[in-house]
């Protein structure tokens, strides 16, 4: 099993609509996790950090279950400037770097 | 202003001719980590430094290399490059290496091997 793995994608979203991201991870003592946003051909921006059950930030909100160990990332209201691929990083344990998904492309359209 | 800064931002080489790419960072973060992104494919780490110290991730390729002078500056030497070195090279910063330090990203090099 793979340390983070992300559903495949691509999502194609109608505008306006509320889309859901998983994202699993296989190891138990991992304690950080971030939602990072990538647009095409520009480097990672941080979305948001998940450290307890959860986090929100405006449309979207991002949930920790720690016992199926997934964290998951909603978007509500969906607008054309959320198309983007997400990726999801998790760190393993202690003080190791983080590790990142492959990314779920989203793309909204009109 | 831009915290992380890398440069060149796009670099063509030929194969197996030397490159060296270049990041550099105004944030004074201990940490600098280097990753190597191919399309449609997580961000791989290669290596880090926290302050001087080294970490070298076990699989990465021994015709990468690094080099960090000082705080503000790391290299990511590629000695020899081969067809398949060819994709993104992500420069990162963090102030710490604790698990809630948030890893701030440059713009990146594209990197094509001719």
């Known amino acids: 099993r793979k340390e983070v793995e992300q559903d495949p994608g691509p999502f194609n979203v109608p505008e306006g609509a509320t889309v859901a991201f998983n994202c699993t991870y296989s190891?138990?003592?991992?304690?950080?996790f971030f939602w990072y946003r990538q647009d095409c051909r520009k480097e990672p921006k941080l979305l948001m950090s998940?450290?307890?059950s959860g986090n929100e930030d405006g449309r979207f909100t991002a949930q920790l279950n720690r016992a199926s160990q997934y964290i998951s990332l909603l978007i509500r209201d969906s607008k054309l400037s959320d198309s983007a691929t997400y990726l999801c990083a998790v760190t393993p344990s202690g003080n190791t770097p983080l590790v990142f998904g492959k990314g779920t492309r989203l793309s909204v359209i009109a | 202003d831009a915290m992380v800064i890398q440069n060149p931002r796009y670099q063509v080489t030929q194969f197996g001719k030397p490159v060296t790419l270049s990041c550099s960072q105004t944030l004074n973060h201990n940490v600098m980590y280097w990753y190597q992104q191919k399309s449609s494919q997580a961000p791989k780490l290669l290596f880090h430094y926290y302050d001087k110290d080294f970490n070298n991730e076990a699989d990465t390729p021994d015709n990468f290399q690094s080099r960090r002078p000082n705080t503000s500056f790391c290299f990511l030497d590629i000695r020899s490059p081969g067809l398949g070195d060819a994709a993104m090279y992500l420069c990162?910063?963090?102030?710490?290496?604790?698990?809630?330090?948030?890893?701030?990203f440059g713009p990146g090099t594209r990197l094509t091997v001719l």
């Open positions: 190891n138990s003592a991992s304690q950080s």
């Open positions: 990162a910063t963090s102030r710490g290496a604790g698990d809630r330090d948030t890893q701030y």
């Open positions: 998940v450290y307890s």
